[in-house]
């Protein structure tokens, strides 16, 4: 009987669980760079297969389930940036010629997937990639109109960007959808301006700039959600608290706190900097940080809703986020270069991820029907999926979806986990420490391992293009 209990879903080469080679595991996970962001969840990029000619989608899906909806419009970047220097989302050259066209192509997958869309509940639509609001007016018309040609009543409508791109024609738009309750979403990184400077930023994220696009979406009546950066390059404790008192004062609705990724060979120009990687502190610094900033804003009445995200008291709550954490509640559908997408059926048929092609020009060159990475969950991956994504979520009941039959597979790990103090399980639950919150990384690579391995032994583990996760 192999670990999985026997069965014809057995793994036949599933490696074992050798507490001592968990806990070396674990310790060198912990020893590393900490994406504190969990975007992707089992499986992550690399180990999804690519995609081979004439994939069959699937032609019904679940109808009661809710589906989240996200349109990556480009995948460039500002024009005089040639990347924050820190930044490990896709920002290609931009290329003003390929946005109406791109729009047209994501408009046409919105139509030939829409049997997987359509009519169902939608609760949340996610304009991003990085900088979406780069998008031209035409372009963000084209892709919202061919939305909403569903129902979006209710729904909340989030815009990405850069602070600069904000526009009143913008945001009139996404005022316009009927019943839609529209956000912005900016990166605003610190409000340091000769940090700023050192980022090259100082012309799309000025604190003018993020005050002038906080004011411009209050005034339409959208909410307002920024990034700060901690763990900069010699960043103290008290500018990252000074950060968050400024980001408080503007008042917005959502602090999203990110603790920076950055390590040798990231392929980003800081990484290139021995003196930057050098500035970093270590682990148990960052870690000691992060407390602090979670500290202040639960002081100053914010709510912690996921790892990294914090909401102002009296804010209507944020839902996109929320939901992507919970695949087993909530199928999520992406559109245009470089989305993911994630179907789950229940019952006997298996779920679904898959990733678009990812550069602009390969997405308009190969048609929106030839994505490039492709995953079909196993019941036990579906159950690590649910897993693995639901940490950011603080604390998951174990006893719903497909982890509710598959928990004690990961039981060996759970109890590494829990002798290292990243988490601990109440009845029915699962929930990270606040260690367990920063090293979530490490938490989430730990219960992916095995499975990793085993895909890969399997050949399926292809180079991709990977971005932030
Ligand atoms: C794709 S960006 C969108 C923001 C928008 N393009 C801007 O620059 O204002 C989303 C956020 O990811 C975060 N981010 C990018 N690179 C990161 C890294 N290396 N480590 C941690 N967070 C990072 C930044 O805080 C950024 O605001
Ligand atoms: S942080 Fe935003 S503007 Fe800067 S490189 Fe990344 S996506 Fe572009």
Not at 157 to 174: D, H, T
Not at 247 to 267: F, K, T
Not at 416 to 424: P, R
Not at 434 to 458: H, K, N, P, T, W
């Amino acid at each position: 009987m192999g670990w999985f209990g026997g069965g014809a879903q057995t793994p036949k080469k599933y490696p074992a669980a050798e507490p001592a080679a968990l806990r070396a595991e674990l310790g060198r996970r912990l020893s590393g760079v900490q994406r504190h962001r969990l975007l992707a969840g089992f499986p992550m990029t690399p180990v999804m297969g690519p995609a081979r000619r004439g994939v069959v989608w699937p032609q019904r899906t679940e109808p009661r389930r809710p589906v989240i909806l996200g349109a990556l419009p480009h995948t460039f970047c500002a024009p005089a940036v040639r990347g924050c220097g820190f930044c490990t989302f896709p920002h290609e050259p931009p290329d003003k010629g390929q946005m109406l066209p791109l729009a047209a192509q994501i408009a046409a997958e919105f139509a030939s997937r829409q049997h997987l869309w359509r009519h169902r509940i939608i609760p949340a639509v996610y304009l991003g990639g990085g900088t979406a609001n780069l998008c031209s007016t035409p372009a963000l018309a084209m892709i919202l109109g061919a939305l909403a040609a569903n129902n979006l009543h209710g729904a909340e409508l989030s815009l990405e960007g850069a602070p600069r791109f904000f526009s009143a024609e913008q945001l009139e738009l996404l005022a316009s959808i009927p019943g839609a309750q529209p956000r912005i979403s900016m990166g605003v990184q610190t409000f340091d301006e000769a940090a700023l400077a050192r980022m090259g930023r100082q012309h799309i994220g000025s604190p003018a700039q993020v005050q002038a696009a906080v004011a411009l979406a209050q005034a339409a009546g959208a909410a307002t959600s920024v990034d700060l950066l901690i763990n900069l390059p010699e960043q103290t404790p008290a500018a990252m608290r000074a950060d968050v008192a400024r980001a408080v004062e503007l008042g917005v609705d959502q602090i999203c706190v990110y603790h920076l990724v950055l390590r040798e060979g990231l392929g980003v120009p800081w990484a290139e900097s021995p003196e930057t990687l050098a500035a970093l502190p270590d682990n148990t610094t960052a870690f000691d940080h992060w407390r602090g900033v979670r500290a202040a804003l639960l002081e100053a009445g914010y709510t912690q809703t996921t790892l990294t995200n914090f909401e102002r008291p009296g804010a209507r709550p944020f839902r996109y986020e929320r939901l992507s954490f919970a695949p087993h509640t909530c199928d999520a559908l992406g559109f245009g270069p470089g989305a993911l997408s994630g179907l789950n059926f229940g019952g006997a048929e298996r779920a679904l991820k898959w990733l678009n092609q990812p550069r602009s020009g390969d997405y308009l060159s190969c048609g929106a029907g030839k994505v490039a990475r492709l995953f079909l969950y196993e019941p036990h991956e579906e159950a690590l999926m649910q897993l693995t994504r639901g940490l950011a979520l603080l604390e998951q009941p174990t006893g719903e979806g497909p982890l509710a039959a598959h928990l004690h597979l990961f039981g060996p790990e759970l109890d590494i986990l829990d002798e290292a103090g990243l988490v601990e399980r109440p009845p029915g639950a699962l929930r990270l420490t606040e260690r367990g919150m920063f090293f979530a990384d490490s938490v989430a690579g730990l219960l992916a391992a095995r499975a990793v391995v085993y895909r890969r032994a399997a050949g399926l583990n292809e180079p991709a293009e990977l971005h932030m996760g």
